[in-house]
């Protein structure tokens, strides 16, 4: 519908839900602006965006581009939308069957996570009707659980307390850890309220979980398995885990069974990583091992690794040793950020010299390693106080609330914005 059909709509809305007949839709001025109501259009992302209160409209315009930025990542093909979405900024209570196809009414007071979760159901059956090419397909259950998915990312995202951003999963990892996995079924099909905030939150966290394993075995058909998921709910009218089972080409009985193992491998490998403080205490018990002394008062004793060719003038070296120490030093570059990943490199490196016997390589390899894990520790030091700074400076995402639908997208940015400059990311 176009602009002016559908501000009509709206103040019809307006007047005839209380239950009082509407009146005559009045005049738009130059501005596109109603007497009693505001409109946005967002060209790029083909949205109309309506609302009595201008801020309300300001808002919701912000929060739309950003989910709709959102969808388009997630899709990554670079299609353009054909039709044109109506979002309306809702004061007053409504029927969802009150409103046309291609409108998505949102309540001003409903909570943040609800709105975005709205925002991009109404987005993501864009896609599904013009990627099947369905006119009227009323929202399958999985797009249900891509938005709730694509939300926690939105309001939630990760956590930068000890560095870079990192998927924050501890809660489903607790929950792994102690034989608690949610049921694939109800995950898909049985959200809860969106006023139990915390519960919400868990299933929120959960849908996320869920696409991030999707989308790491799958990464390059992620759209292929969508597409079809989607085509097998509105066309073969099968129910939504049936859907995926067979899109996914497992037996349904066995999703169950692939969701907890792959699940609880995902939150493994994304453990949030240790502090820098944490890191350097690791890597000095790494890099001291023990020795045995003849004839001595301490028979066995430990030294550090750099120690070690002064002692080895006398001694056979043990090989054994060594390779616990490259065990260790492989499990830490796996638990820490990338950026000390060189550093931790150039130690393995060393060792591996040290085993060929080769002492005055070992000394310059150890030492460019010493150099580089300096460097490293001072950059992630840099990092974090850049980070906790801007933590105590800016309110956290998720206190902010959908009664004035704050401006997220720049809260956003500017919490991220001194960690890519240190890191030296594109702007």
């Known amino acids: 519908m176009n602009a002016a059909r559908a501000i009509i709509l709206l103040l019809t809305l307006v007047l005839a839900l209380p239950g009082a007949l509407a009146a005559p839709p009045l005049p738009l001025d130059d501005d596109a602006t109603l007497v009693d109501g505001y409109h946005q259009?967002?060209?790029?992302?083909?949205?109309?965006?309506?609302?009595?209160?201008?801020?309300?409209?300001?808002?919701?315009?912000?929060?739309?581009?950003?989910?709709?930025?959102?969808?388009?990542?997630?899709?990554?093909?670079?299609?353009?939308?054909?039709?044109?979405?109506?979002?309306?900024?809702?004061?007053?209570?409504?029927?969802?069957?009150?409103?046309?196809?291609?409108?998505?009414?949102?309540?001003?007071?409903?909570?943040?996570?609800?709105?975005?979760?709205?925002?991009?159901?109404?987005?993501?059956?864009?896609q599904l009707r013009e990627r099947l090419g369905i006119k009227r397909a009323a929202a399958p259950a999985s797009v249900a659980f891509l938005a709730a998915a694509l939300a926690n990312r939105i309001v939630y995202d990760g956590k930068g307390t000890k560095g870079l951003y990192r998927k924050d999963y501890r809660i489903p990892r607790r929950q792994f850890a102690s034989g608690t996995y949610p049921d694939l079924t109800r995950l898909l099909t049985e959200p809860p309220p969106s006023e139990s905030r915390l519960l919400y939150r868990l299933y929120l966290v959960h849908c996320d979980l869920l696409l991030s394993c999707l989308q790491g075995l799958h990464s390059q058909k992620m759209l292929p398995l969508v597409l079809e998921w989607w085509r097998l709910e509105c066309k073969e009218r099968l129910e939504t885990t049936t859907a995926l089972a067979q899109a996914m080409g497992i037996p349904k009985d066995k999703l169950q069974e692939w969701y907890v193992t792959?699940?609880?491998?995902?939150?493994?490998?994304?453990?949030?990583?240790?502090?820098?403080?944490?890191?350097?205490?690791?890597?000095?018990?790494?890099?001291?091992?023990?020795?045995?002394?003849?004839?001595?008062?301490?028979?066995?004793?430990?030294?550090?690794?750099?120690?070690?060719?002064?002692?080895?003038?006398?001694?056979?070296?043990?090989?054994?040793?060594?390779?616990?120490?490259?065990?260790?030093?492989?499990?830490?570059?796996?638990?820490?950020?990338?950026?000390?990943?060189?550093?931790?490199?150039?130690?393995?490196?060393?060792?591996n010299v040290l085993r060929q016997n080769d002492l005055k390589a070992f000394r310059k390899r150890f030492a460019e390693a010493q150099k580089s894990f300096g460097q490293a520790t001072r950059l992630q030091q840099r990092v974090t106080a850049l980070l906790n700074e801007a933590e105590r400076e800016l309110s956290p995402v998720d206190i902010f609330r959908a009664a004035t639908w704050q401006n997220i997208l720049e809260h956003r940015l500017k919490l991220r914005a001194p960690v890519d400059r240190t890191v030296g990311f594109p702007q």
């Open 41 to 126: 259009y967002l060209p790029a992302e083909r949205l109309d965006i309506f609302g009595k209160v201008e801020a309300d409209v300001s808002n919701l315009a912000m929060l739309t581009r950003l989910c709709a930025h959102e969808v388009d990542a997630f899709f990554g093909d670079g299609r353009r939308p054909e039709h044109r979405l109506n979002f309306y900024a809702m004061d007053i209570s409504f029927l969802e069957s009150d409103f046309k196809s291609w409108d998505v009414p949102l309540r001003t007071a409903a909570p943040l996570e609800a709105s975005v979760v709205r925002i991009l159901q109404g987005l993501l059956l864009r």
């Open 262 to 351: 792959n699940a609880a491998s995902y939150v493994k490998k994304s453990i949030t990583p240790e502090s820098a403080e944490d890191i350097a205490s690791r890597l000095h018990r790494i890099l001291t091992i023990p020795v045995v002394e003849m004839g001595g008062d301490e028979p066995l004793r430990t030294v550090p690794l750099e120690k070690l060719p002064e002692i080895l003038k006398n001694r056979p070296l043990d090989l054994y040793a060594l390779d616990s120490v490259q065990k260790d030093l492989l499990q830490l570059k796996l638990g820490s950020l990338p950026i000390y990943h060189d550093a931790i490199d150039l130690y393995i490196m060393a060792v």
